[in-house]
C-alpha cells in the first residue's frame, strides 16, 4: 500500500512539474526536479530502475523469463 501511494505521489509530482515547465513559469523556485524518481510500473520500486523498460530488475527478470517482453531472451551457451 505504501508503495502505491509513492508511486501516486511521483507520478502527480511528474504532472505537476511537466505542466509548469509547459507553460514556462519558473520552475526552480516551487518544484525541484531532483525530487522526480523513477518507479517500476509494475511494483513500483525504485532501484534497480531500468528505464527503456519502465521496469525494476526483478519485475525485468520474471516478465524475461516468462518470454512477455519482446526480443528479449535468456542467453546459455
Same mark, same amino acid.
Given at each position: 500500500?505504501?508503495?502505491? #501511494?509513492?508511486?501516486? @505521489?511521483?507520478?502527480?509530482? %511528474? *504532472?505537476?512539474? =511537466? #505542466?509548469?515547465?509547459? @507553460?514556462?513559469?519558473?520552475? %526552480? *523556485?516551487?518544484? =525541484?526536479?531532483?525530487?522526480?524518481?523513477?518507479?517500476?510500473?509494475?511494483?513500483?520500486?525504485?532501484?534497480?530502475?531500468?528505464?527503456?523498460?519502465?521496469?525494476?530488475?526483478?519485475?525485468?527478470?520474471?516478465?524475461?523469463?516468462?518470454?512477455?517482453?519482446?526480443?528479449?531472451?535468456?542467453?546459455?551457451?
Amino acid at each position: 500500500m505504501a508503495r502505491l #501511494a509513492l508511486k501516486l @505521489k511521483a507520478e502527480r509530482f %511528474k *504532472k505537476d512539474h =511537466f #505542466a509548469a515547465v509547459a @507553460k514556462g513559469n519558473d520552475v %526552480k *523556485k516551487r518544484l =525541484f526536479s531532483s525530487k522526480v524518481y523513477n518507479r517500476c510500473k509494475r511494483c513500483g520500486r525504485v532501484k534497480g530502475y531500468m528505464r527503456k523498460f519502465e521496469l525494476c530488475r526483478i519485475c525485468f527478470r520474471e516478465l524475461a523469463n516468462q518470454g512477455l517482453i519482446m526480443g528479449i531472451r535468456k542467453s546459455s551457451w
